[in-house]
């Protein structure tokens, strides 16, 4: 992991941020809280940001679009210090990362997609024989007979 030194006057406030990411004040709040993001304090205990909080806003962007919790964010780059910004080799590690993540997602719903396939025209809600409502037969070795699936 190499990482990139910033000058602390490289200061932006929250409205800058927010103008130059499109993300909504509020949320920069809430990443601040969550971590995923931190700032300085004026006198005035206005939130000021180093400049290469651009950055890590645009990776959160990114993770966000691609349906990734921001908890998973966190987790991706804990190894990289608040005051740092993350470096390409950085972003390549996450992006590997999340592409897994994609692909789990959509060998699942591929296999939901089998599942439906079978239950189309069939419509007998078995809570024995439908794929769906029984995903590998979970319910197999509990008897027989109707049972309720806890929502
Ligand atoms: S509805 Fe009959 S198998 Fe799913």
Redesign the pocket.
């Known amino acids: 992991m190499s990482t990139q030194a910033h000058t602390p006057d490289e200061l932006l406030g929250v409205g800058e941020m927010s103008r130059r990411t499109g993300v909504a004040v509020s949320a920069l709040h809430y990443y601040e809280r969550l971590g995923l993001i931190a700032s300085h304090r004026t006198d005035g205990n206005q939130r000021r940001y180093p400049r290469h909080m651009l950055r890590r806003v645009a990776l959160i962007s990114v993770a966000k679009r691609l349906g990734i919790p921001l908890d998973d964010v966190k987790e991706a780059f804990a190894d990289v210090p608040l005051t740092d910004t993350p470096s390409h080799e950085d972003w390549q590690r996450a992006s590997r990362r999340w592409k897994r993540t994609l692909e789990q997602r959509r060998l699942g719903i591929e296999r939901l997609e089998k599942e439906l396939t079978?239950?189309i025209g069939?419509?007998?809600?078995?809570m024995k024989?439908?794929?769906?409502?029984n995903p590998d037969d979970q319910l197999g070795d509990t008897g027989s007979g109707a049972r309720r699936i806890p929502v």
């Open positions: 079978g239950c069939c419509g007998c809600l078995s024989a439908c794929g769906l409502l």
